[in-house]
């Protein structure tokens, strides 16, 4: 299934605060989208937000981002998003160790 507009337009906006590691207007960005009341199946997929933007904070080196990501979004997920969720660390922690890596060559 594909994820909403206002989704993919979060996800959008967020991308390029990652890129450049700004982790307050992330902050903010999500803080809004708490604060902000959706209409009923028009809220946005918040797994689909913190797969997409977690894999991106990790191949940016974007390690701050990609540990409060990990911490805000889902850790605040149900059960459920969570196990479906969960195989992306791996995957996530060897983006950024060669991200550190390229850096530091």
């Not at 960005?29 to 902000?36: A, E, G, K």
């Not at 959706?38 to 918040?46: A, K, Q, S």
């Not at 060669?98 to 530091?104: P, Q, T």
Request: a neutral charge.
């Amino acid at each position: 299934m594909a994820a909403s507009r206002p989704t993919q337009e979060i996800v959008f906006h967020a991308k390029k605060q990652i890129d450049t590691g700004d982790l307050e207007g992330i902050q903010r960005m999500y803080l809004d989208i708490l604060n902000t009341e959706f209409e009923t199946g028009h809220e946005p997929d918040m797994g689909y937000m913190f797969h997409r933007l977690y894999i991106h904070a990790c191949l940016k080196g974007q390690e701050t981002i990609a540990i409060w990501l990990e911490r805000a979004l889902y850790n605040n997920m149900d059960p459920i998003q969570q196990i479906a969720l969960r195989q992306i660390f791996p995957y996530g922690r060897m983006l950024l160790a060669r991200a550190s890596k390229i850096r530091h060559t």
